[in-house]
Nanobody
Framework: QVQLVESGGGLVQAGGSLRLSCAAS????????MGWFRQAPGKEREFVGR????????LYADPVKGRFTISRDNAKNTVYLQMNSLKPEDTAVYSC??????????WGQGTQVTVSS
């Protein structure tokens, strides 16, 4: 069992930046592909991006490409989501997840990000 705890959400004006963190429990963090997802009110959960085990490869959804950056620090069991040039449509609850076989195996409760216009 892996526990994930997100932090860093909040209220920001359009064009601003936020950095989200996701702290993981356990000894095997460095062996996991980690993903970020978001869910806006009334909408389905949306894939944001993922990072491979050693941080050398990332993949982003088109709506965030060029604005968001995922990184990780395996020594701290933490994955980050740097969000720049935020837009009101980025407003959502953001959560991280351990990806196994392309699916979410473990995930956190999420952190709210609200972008005002």
């Amino acid at each position: 069992q892996v526990q994930l705890v997100e932090s860093g959400g909040g209220l920001v004006q359009a064009g601003g930046s936020l950095r989200l963190s996701c702290a993981a429990s356990g000894r095997f963090f460095s062996s996991y592909i980690m993903g970020w997802f978001r869910q806006a009110p009334g909408k389905e959960r949306e894939f944001v991006g993922r990072i491979n085990e050693n941080g050398g490869s990332t993949l982003y959804a088109d709506p965030v490409k060029g604005r968001f950056t995922i990184s990780r620090d395996n020594a701290k069991n933490t994955v980050y989501l740097q969000m720049n040039s935020l837009k009101p449509e980025d407003t959502a609850v953001y959560s991280c997840a351990v990806l196994i076989g392309g699916s979410r195996r473990y995930w956190g409760q999420g952190t709210q990000v609200t972008v005002s216009s």
